[in-house]
């Protein structure tokens, strides 16, 4: 057990300072009395002096060693691009920090397992950010399922419809950089929660597809073209004996939902059917045989995390979730064990999507190997 508490807060220093520091991991770790930012680092000095003033951040750096070794951060967040996630997260658990990675964790599952066993071994808290899995919607129908209200799983179905401009996405868009599109960014996520409702997936055929060349900025620049795909899917046999499909894609107009897009993901079981929706994550659809889907708000014990001091009138629903990943990653912290999703999980939906790759190259199905823990 650490000796972490409100009065000796987990020390966080965040790594790469843009969008989703900014949005999910900074307002996670403000409302967290046993977490404190106590240092930002980026590449972008200009950005380090805004976040200054936006987090209040004392400590700024474009060092990631500065960070890694410095006795007074005890955990990093790791929010860079993908293909740097892998250098920062040795550096970091190889000096004993506790870490918490962006998905996807790597640029393939050989980057991925090297970083998760640095992890393992050097006995740090290791977490992968699967922000959808912290949905209460999701955590419920979880629930439903596992305690076998269902009944047997038979098909997971899961849609991630984005409708996105057709302009270029940065780093997102190079392979050397992203790895893959649509299916690292979106699709990856949602291989983790089926996943961790139905078990290890056993085999798959997929298929990705470019459709747009991003060759221009949102501003009008020429930048070069894109080299991902922009639309992903996948069909897969669980072990357990159900079978999924999952689509996404980030052209599909009409789809912009507030920004939130269309997202879908349910359970058919030979008992009843359960629907969870990005865009009203309290709501959870229901239905036995001979009824229809109706909507069925989510109990109150899956809306925030136990012990929480979040709350749901703290913003919009379909964002305010997010926040929980860092109760999570401090809760392992200072409870001395493993955070869910670890970089296992993170290790598993790579192998997974890797696998995705390789079947549309080969055009045939790929059975997915086990994995030691
Ligand atoms: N879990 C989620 O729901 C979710 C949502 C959005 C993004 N992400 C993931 O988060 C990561 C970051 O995405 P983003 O949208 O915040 O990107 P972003 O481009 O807005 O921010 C990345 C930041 O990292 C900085 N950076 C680049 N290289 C660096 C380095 N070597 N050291 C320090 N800083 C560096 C950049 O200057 C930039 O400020 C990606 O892996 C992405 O897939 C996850």
Known sequence: MSQHSAENPVKIAIIGAGAVSHYHHVPGINIDPRATLVAACDTSTELLE????????????????????????????????????????????????????????????????????????????????????????????????????????????????????????????????????????????????????????????????????????????????????????????????????????TLAKGYHRNGFGHEWAEINGSEGSAVYQLHEPNTILLGKTGDDLHPVTVPEEFLTPEGSPRTTDMGEAATIFRYDLIWEFVSAICEGREAVPSYYEGLMAQIVADSVLESHEKRAWVDIPNEPV
């Open 50 to 249: 805004q976040r200054k003033k936006d987090w209040g951040v004392a400590k700024t750096t474009t060092s990631v060693e500065e960070i890694c070794t410095d006795p007074e951060v005890d955990a990093v967040i790791i929010a860079t691009p993908n293909f740097t996630h892998r250098e920062i997260s040795l550096l970091a658990s190889q000096n004993g920090k506790h870490v918490m990675a962006e998905k996807p964790l790597g640029l393939n599952a050989g980057e991925v397992r090297e970083m998760y066993h640095s992890a393992r071994d050097n006995k740090v808290v290791h977490m992968t950010a699967f922000t959808y899995r912290f949905a209460p919607s999701m955590r419920y129908l979880r629930s439903l399922l596992k305690s076998g209200q269902l009944g047997e799983p038979r098909h997971f179905r899961s849609q991630r419809f984005l409708d996105w401009p057709e302009t270029s996405w940065g780093w997102r868009q190079y392979k050397d950089k992203a790895g893959a599109g649509d299916l690292f960014d979106m699709t990856i996520h949602r291989i983790d929660f089926a996943r961790d409702l139905l078990g290890p997936i056993k085999s798959v055929c997929g298929a990705v597809a470019q459709f747009t060349k991003r060759d221009v900025t949102a501003d009008g620049k020429p930048c070069p073209p894109s080299e991902v795909d922009d639309w992903s899917s996948l069909i897969g046999e669980f072990e357990c004996g159900a079978v999924g499909v999952w689509e996404g894609t």
